[in-house]
């Protein structure tokens, strides 16, 4: 990939993850979005595309703890719900 295309693909996720269908989610994926998806690695990038497109409802009950997530969510969930300062039980 290269870096044009890679900037492309981060300005969609960001994108996409302060754009959701329910503002809480906003307030929590986006400037999760902002401060780590330059980081990620592509195999990271893959995961948290999977995970926007899960429900927002089902995303907010899972990473503030309220309901248990899918196990291939849990470790996505839990770095979103430390860097939001979010008290989610593991």
Partial sequence: MTV???EARLKKLRMRSWRRGMKEMDLILGPYADQALSQ??????DAYEDL???????LYLWVTGA???????IPMLTQIADASGLNRSR
């Fill in 67 to 73: 309901q248990p997530a899918p196990a291939e969510l």
């Fill in 52 to 58: 926007l497109n899960e429900n927002d409802q089902d």
């Fill in 40 to 45: 990620f690695s592509a195999a990271q990038l």
């Fill in 4 to 6: 044009s295309e890679t």
